[in-house]
């Protein structure tokens, strides 16, 4: 079946440090891969996305690559902000159809 | 503010009973997607309706059903509650059915609390 693994948090980094969050999936065929942020007390955002293997997905300083090869999607920042500070949310989205299965989040403290 | 609404913001209520979680819709959009975030279980994809029909299914207990009116405002019914159903229920929204390549936008969601 479909699932994602998603690093375990918390992780608190100082401002300007470079991020990554790990994420692999298990999925049958072609599924879509997405990044949501949710900031405290908020719903969440799509903060990136790719639909195909070797897609890159970016918004906002943050990336994150389709890795068919490894099943992965690994969020990455150079430099991270306080205004990072946030959940994030590793998800993919089957290819029969919508239905759509998320990590278990991993909580982001920056610093200053 | 992502334009999806949910009412209420918050939900007390005993077990066995039944509530109703409200959503509507950024203006233009014609699916709704339900989601739970429970500490034990993250957040789980529910269902899926679009322009009035069900389109895809989750997690979704048989106490929990859904519809999606006329007017695009969805509601999801949840009976014979039990304290396992305390969560932040979310709703989001997206132009068409094709929630894989649609950006869906997220309401500020519904807190339940069943005691």
């Known amino acids: 079946g479909n699932s994602v693994t998603q690093m375990e948090g918390p992780v608190t980094l100082s401002e300007e440090a470079f991020l990554t969050i790990n994420c692999t999936y298990t999925?049958?065929?072609?599924?879509?891969l997405f990044w949501y942020v949710q900031y405290p007390g908020e719903g969440l955002q799509l903060l990136l996305k790719?639909?195909?293997?070797?897609d890159k997905g970016s918004n906002k300083g943050f990336e994150a690559t389709y890795r068919k090869e490894t099943t992965s999607f690994h969020l990455e920042k150079g430099s991270v902000q306080v205004s990072d500070s946030a959940v994030y949310f590793c998800?993919?989205?089957?290819?029969?159809?919508?239905?759509?299965?998320f990590g278990t989040g991993t909580s982001l403290t920056v610093i200053p | 503010d992502s334009g999806v609404t949910q009412t209420p913001k918050h939900l007390i209520t005993a077990t066995g009973q039944r509530v109703t979680l409200r959503c509507s819709p950024r203006?233009?959009?014609?699916?709704v997607y339900w989601y739970q975030q429970s500490l034990d279980q993250g957040l789980q994809f529910l269902i899926q309706?679009?322009?009035?029909?069900?389109?895809a299914k989750g997690n979704i207990l048989e106490r929990f059903s859904a519809q999606q009116f006329p007017d695009l405002h969805s509601e999801l019914n949840l009976s014979s509650l039990e304290l396992g159903d305390s969560a932040l229920y979310f709703c989001?929204?997206?132009?068409?059915?094709?929630?894989?390549?649609?950006?869906?936008?997220f309401g500020p969601g519904t807190r339940l609390t069943v005691l």
């Open positions: 989001a929204s997206s132009r068409s059915y094709r929630g894989y390549q649609d950006t869906q936008y």
């Open positions: 999925a049958t065929g072609y599924p879509s």
């Open positions: 790719a639909t195909k293997a070797d």
């Open positions: 998800a993919l989205s089957g290819n029969t159809g919508n239905q759509f299965y």
């Open positions: 203006s233009g959009d014609l699916s």
């Open positions: 309706y679009y322009n009035g029909e069900e389109r």
